[in-house]
Each structure stands twice: as structure tokens, then as C-alpha cells.
């Protein structure tokens, strides 16, 4: 039997994993075995998650036929299992009569942040190439945008870890804002473990003490929605006690001055005011960073997912410039990309604003580019579209989406105000939704579409470091299910583009070479076979004679000057705020046991045992005030909607803040679209809710 050395399905680690054929499941398709690997980011450890992934390849809850509903047009009559032939049709005739009557702009395509590079980059064409639209964006519009945009402003690019995962194991002092590793993803808790083995310190900050935050040296605890006041708080602190590094500042940065002037309205006490973290907290975790180094910043969703969240993730990275951390080894600033493929899908064509390689669409050099590596005039392009959330809510309206396909997406859980997307998408004249199980977003389809997995599929992954790697076909998909490619493919023959087109991974990467290279996220130099034989490669990557940049920024930055830009940011309060009817503050993130949507965690039954429901996380004496025990059912509101879990209670949480996971639908009922103006990030991580305990008690 023969080994497949491949890499798990989830988080941005991508951690290494060999299958092994077996006997047949009960499905009657090949089994495998899933045992860790020695891969350099998880060193042959796994999470729960991961070892429990090939549950999903033969789940009786799969996909294996394509759906159509039984009475064309009618969603409220049943889906039906249906040829290929007939769900192509469908398609392709709802595709040409919206077109035709409302222009092309009304066709449109939702991604995912775990589509592999070449899915990724061949949906991108697919739109503008096969179906001439702009209409595109992705999940991950929901995930990185923020630090990305801010990255990209002030550093030149826009890579989460401009440094290999284990430089974080050498730091002496690492700040975490707003991330959780030991749930989101464990076997990166090694580097951080070894760290603090070796005597580095680790701040945490977070409004709950999560599980990160427990072997943390200081753990700070901000009102959510702060964590700009008080990054510039530790830059007022930094000024004053002379612990900015003005040498690295003057050779290395612009824009200073403005920075420097901001930072002298958060004096330590106003910052205590609006954050809640004690000024002897502030003080001390400045100190750290600038003295006992070298020294990380680590930002994540916590800190990014908000109104103002690219000026956040901008704030943070004002205090790592101004402390002369980027650049030098074992220091920094980064941030901790969550989705499986969420580097590498933002960077090849999925964004609305996109081309391949990170170029930008309005830029004509980056048009003439790519059009001529694709085969098209530039001027057949389509202009940018407009973000993921905007594009769902002018669903239907005067040059919106009136068709929409979803990859590898579940809206109807993962997106905010969840109850109004629902009703966008039940608005659509028509929806086609690709995926491996009948979602929540599926169930709405007009048409449903199988998808191969993970472990089915060939293709490239590009991990939270920057290191693009190999995923491998360890066995073949079930008899009618299609890979992605081959579904893109197809159509574009059926839409009369079929000659731009290839279903073969290899030929689909040698192009996304081609359209990338010169880009800011060059794999030029990139191979299949460089990967395997180097365990991956670090982008850029401009040749097959370059060795990859592990490293990112030690000599210049890729600015049009050389050198980083400090941007001037100022705290603003949330753009909801709690009040006399919604008094609390509702925050969101993971759970160990899930992932993403849970559409596929959700299904696999060692990790339901070990979490079977989601639970918001209330402090006890908010709790006491509302009658209000362990494991009650509560009712939470918010203007939007609201949503019945289970209580558990935790001493760990801010009294005036209640903690929902996202895994289930129900918590994206509460949150609030209202988007950051810079990167078009949803405040996911703040809204204003009331709670009581449920009347009923029951789910």
C-alpha cells in the first residue's frame, strides 16, 4: 500500500499528514488511514480536528450526486438528484437569460479562503474571462482583510508571517492581540511552549482568559473594540520612556511625526479609562517589548474584525516600527491567517479588486499583464467589484447580483446579520451552491453541486508563513462527484470560453506562475517538484534559482521608497455601542473542537461528543443579575436578531461582555455588518446585546 504524504483540510498551518489506503468504507470507496507527518509547521502533531479529518471522506451526509429542485424556479419544493448534463443546464440557462437581460454584472461568484491556489485563481478567470463580470468576492473577506490592507499600506505586502512559524519558539517577549492559538490551532502551541521553557514572556490580549491566555505572563483584558486606544497607549508610553528605537526609525521608516503627535492624546490614565487594562499593565507590557527582546507582535481576528479594524491592525504595527522590531530576526510583526488557504486565496484573483500575483485590477500594467497571459484584450476585463458583503446586500437591486455561485462557502452561518443574508439569497433569481455536504447555504440552492475533498484532489495550499504547499490525491473522489476544476472548466466550454480553460492542476499552476510573476506575491519560481523537495517554498519567489524568502523586510521594504510608513490612526468608538435596551457586549470567535461554519466539524462525531452545542460564556455576577445558571438556555439579543445558547458561566470573562461561538448558526443572527471603510471588514467582534434567561428552555 502506498502513502500519500498530504496536508490537513483545516487551518492555516497546514500541517503535515501521510494516508494510507484501506479497505473500503461505507460508502464502498477506498478508506485511509491519517497518521501526522514530520512536516516543519506541526512537527508530526495534529488537534483533534486534524486527526479526525478523513471522518469527512466517507460521511454518509455527503455529497454524491448533484441536486436540483424538483420543480424548476420553485426553492420551496425538494431537491432531487439529478444528472450532470441537466444541473449544467439549469446553470447555463439561468447564467445567459440573466445576462442577457440585466448585463453580466449580474452573474456573480462567492470563493473561499479554502479553495486551493489553482481553484482559487481559476475562479477568478472563470469570471472575468467565461462570464465577463466583476461581481466576485470571498469568505476571506470576512477573515484577513483588515491586517492585509494595513500590511499592505504600511509594509508594501501583505503576508500574514513575514517569518517562518518557528521563529516565534526564539522570541523573548511575544504580544498576542486578540488571537487564541491553543484553541484555533494547537500544534502551533509548541513554538510558544518552547518559548516560555526557555524563559520568554507571552502577554495575551483578550477579553476572555482563554486558554492562551492561561500560561501567559501578563493578561490584559480590553473592553472589545479598544485595542486601537491601547496600542497607541503603548506607543505614548514607548515615546516618553525613550524606548523608541530613533535609529531604525530614521533609516528604515516615514511618516513618524504625524504618529508621534497622536500618540500624545493617550496618556496612560485616558487609555486605563477607555480600555479597562490597569496603566501599570500598559507600562509593563511596553517595557517587555522594548527591553527583553527580540520581540513579536502577533495580531488576529480578535483585533481585526471591526469597523475600525484596519486601523487597529495599523496601530499595532505603528508600535512594532516605532520599537524597530520588523525586520530583524527573531522580531516583528505579523498576523495569524485562520482559513486553510487564506494567504494564498486572497492573493490570486478571488478579491474584487484582483488580479493574480496581488496586482491590482485598476493598475493597466497588471490588466495588460495577466490579460496577455490568459489570451485576452485588456480592455475585456471588468473594472473592480464591490466587497463580500456588499455584494450580498444589493442582491437584486440596479446592477447587483441576480445569479450567484458559492464555493465553499456557508453564508448562511459565517456571514453578520445572518437573517438578512438569508433573505438575499432567497432573493436571487437563481443560486448554485459547490460544496461537500447540503450546507445551511445549499439548502437554499437552486442547484447543488459535489464537490471532491482534501484528499481527492491535487492542487497548492499557501500557509499562514507564506509556504506554498503540495496537496496530494491520496484517492479518488466518489463515481459523480467533480473536482472544482473540472466543474469550471465545463462550464466555461458551455458558456463558449472553454479554450481559455484547463481542469489539469499542474497546467493551472504553471499559468498562475506565469500571471503572478513580477507580481508582489511572485511564484515564478515556484514548482511542484520544488515543493516536494524543499517541504515547501516560501513566496516571492521570482526564479527556479531563488531559494524562497523565508524572511521577509531585513534590508528595505517593498515601498516605493524602500522604507515602512507609519499611518496616523485615532480610536473611534464602536460603531455600536451599548445602551439602556442592549446593554452588553457581544464578542465572537472559535472553539477548539470546530471550525469555520462547522459544516464539516459539525458532522464528525468525536468532536460533537466533546462539544455538542455551542455555549456563551458569561461571567458569573452578569449571570446572578439575570437569574441566569450554568447551562441554562439564554437569550441573546441584538438589533438584528437573536439567538438561544446555553449559559456557561466563567469568571475568565469581562462582566460587561458575553462570548458566542460562530461554528453554529445563530451567533452571525447578532452581529453587526457595519463595515471598516479601508478593508470592508464586517464588526464581527463587537455589537450591543441584551440577554435573559430562555422562558421555554429548550433549543
Not at 425538494?78 to 449544467?88: D, F, Q, T
Not at 455536504?437 to 484528499?455: I, K, M, R, Y
Request: hydrophobic share 40%; net charge negative; charged share 25%.
Amino acid at each position: 500500500m502506498t502513502a500519500t504524504q498530504t496536508h490537513c483540510p483545516y487551518c492555516a498551518l497546514q500541517c503535515g499528514m501521510t494516508l494510507t489506503p484501506e479497505l473500503p468504507t461505507r460508502l464502498g470507496m477506498p478508506g485511509v488511514r491519517l497518521e501526522p507527518a514530520e512536516f516543519p509547521v506541526n512537527r508530526g502533531g495534529l488537534c483533534a480536528k486534524g486527526f479526525t479529518a478523513a471522518d469527512l471522506l466517507d460521511h454518509t451526509d455527503r455529497l454524491l450526486t448533484p441536486l436540483v429542485r424538483k420543480e424548476p424556479g420553485n426553492r420551496d419544493s425538494p431537491l432531487r438528484e439529478a444528472s450532470w448534463e441537466e444541473a449544467y443546464e439549469r446553470i447555463v440557462t439561468a447564467i445567459r437569460g440573466s445576462q442577457d437581460e440585466f448585463g453580466p454584472d449580474s452573474v456573480g461568484a462567492f470563493g473561499g479562503g479554502g479553495l486551493t491556489n489553482e481553484k482559487a485563481y481559476a475562479l477568478g478567470k472563470f469570471v472575468r474571462v467565461a462570464l465577463r463580470s466583476s461581481a466576485i468576492d470571498y469568505n476571506g473577506r470576512f477573515c484577513m482583510s483588515s491586517a492585509a490592507t494595513a500590511a499592505n499600506r504600511s509594509l508594501g505586502i501583505d503576508r500574514g508571517l513575514p517569518f517562518p512559524l518557528a521563529d516565534v519558539a526564539e522570541a523573548r517577549t511575544v504580544l498576542l492581540v486578540g488571537a487564541n492559538p491553543a484553541d484555533a490551532m494547537p500544534p502551533s502551541m509548541q513554538y510558544l511552549d518552547t518559548g516560555r521553557a526557555n524563559g520568554a514572556k507571552h502577554i495575551v490580549v483578550d477579553p476572555r482568559r482563554t486558554n492562551t491566555a492561561n500560561g501567559a505572563h501578563l493578561h490584559l483584558q480590553p473592553l472589545p473594540g479598544t485595542d486601537l486606544a491601547l496600542a497607541n497607549g503603548m506607543l505614548h508610553i514607548a515615546i516618553r520612556e525613550g524606548w523608541v528605537d530613533e535609529k531604525y526609525i530614521e533609516e528604515r521608516t516615514e511618516g513618524f511625526a504625524a504618529v508621534k503627535t497622536a500618540a500624545n492624546s493617550y496618556w496612560p490614565e485616558r487609555v486605563e479609562r477607555l480600555t479597562g487594562v490597569p496603566e501599570a499593565q500598559l507600562r509593563e507590557t511596553v517595557r517587555l517589548l522594548a527591553t527583553e527582546g527580540p520581540s513579536m507582535i502577533l495580531t488576529a481576528r480578535g483585533a481585526e474584525q471591526h469597523s475600525n479594524g484596519t486601523d487597529t491592525a495599523q496601530a499595532w504595527l505603528n508600535l512594532a516600527l516605532a520599537l524597530g522590531l520588523v525586520g530583524k530576526p527573531f522580531s516583528g510583526y505579523g498576523t495569524i491567517t485562520g482559513q486553510g488557504n487564506g494567504q494564498g486565496g486572497r492573493e490570486h484573483g478571488q478579491k474584487a479588486d484582483q488580479l493574480p500575483g496581488y496586482r491590482r485590477l485598476d493598475d493597466p500594467a497588471a490588466r495588460a499583464h495577466v490579460a496577455a497571459v490568459w489570451g485576452v484584450d485588456p480592455d475585456e476585463l471588468p473594472r473592480p467589484g464591490v466587497s463580500a458583503y456588499e455584494m450580498i446586500s444589493r442582491i437584486k437591486t440596479d446592477g447587483g447580483v441576480r445569479v450567484l455561485w458559492v464555493l465553499a462557502s456557508n453564508l448562511v452561518v459565517s456571514a453578520p446579520h445572518s437573517n438578512n443574508v438569508v433573505q438575499k439569497l432567497k432573493d436571487l433569481d437563481f443560486l448554485v451552491v459547490s460544496d461537500i455536504f447540503l450546507s445551511e447555504t445549499a439548502g437554499l440552492a437552486d442547484v447543488v453541486l459535489p464537490t471532491a475533498q482534501w484528499a481527492e484532489e491535487e492542487g497548492t495550499m499557501t500557509n499562514l508563513e507564506g509556504r506554498v504547499i503540495r496537496r496530494k490525491m491520496a484517492l479518488p473522489p466518489p463515481p459523480l462527484v467533480k473536482s472544482d476544476l473540472t466543474v469550471l472548466n465545463e462550464l466555461a466550454g458551455q458558456l463558449g470560453r472553454g479554450e481559455f480553460f484547463t481542469d489539469e492542476p499542474r497546467a493551472v499552476f504553471e499559468e498562475l506562475r506565469r500571471a503572478s510573476a513580477g507580481g508582489i506575491a511572485d511564484y515564478a519560481g515556484i514548482t511542484y517538484e520544488r515543493i516536494e523537495d524543499e517541504q515547501g517554498v516560501f513566496w516571492p519567489c521570482p526564479d527556479e534559482t531563488h531559494p524562497g524568502t523565508p524572511r521577509l523586510f531585513g534590508e528595505s521594504f517593498p515601498t516605493a521608497s524602500g522604507r515602512a510608513r507609519f499611518v496616523r490612526v485615532d480610536h473611534r468608538d464602536a460603531a455600536e455601542l451599548p445602551d439602556s435596551s442592549f446593554p452588553y457586549v457581544l464578542t465572537t470567535g472559535r472553539n477548539m473542537q470546530q471550525y469555520q461554519s462547522g459544516n464539516q466539524t459539525r458532522r464528525v462525531r468525536a468532536l460533537t461528543v466533546a462539544l455538542p452545542e455551542p455555549r456563551a460564556e458569561i461571567h458569573p455576577d452578569l449571570a446572578r443579575r439575570h437569574g441566569i445558571a450554568d447551562g441554562d438556555l439564554v437569550e441573546l439579543r441584538s438589533r438584528r436578531g437573536a439567538a438561544t445558547l446555553r449559559a456557561r458561566l466563567s469568571d475568565g470573562i469581562r462582566p460587561d461582555t458575553v462570548f458566542a461561538p460562530f461554528h453554529w448558526p445563530g451567533a452571525n443572527a447578532l452581529t453587526n455588518p457595519a463595515l471598516d471603510p479601508h478593508s470592508k471588514m464586517p464588526a464581527f467582534k463587537v455589537c450591543a446585546i441584551a440577554l435573559a434567561k430562555a422562558e421555554d428552555g429548550s433549543l
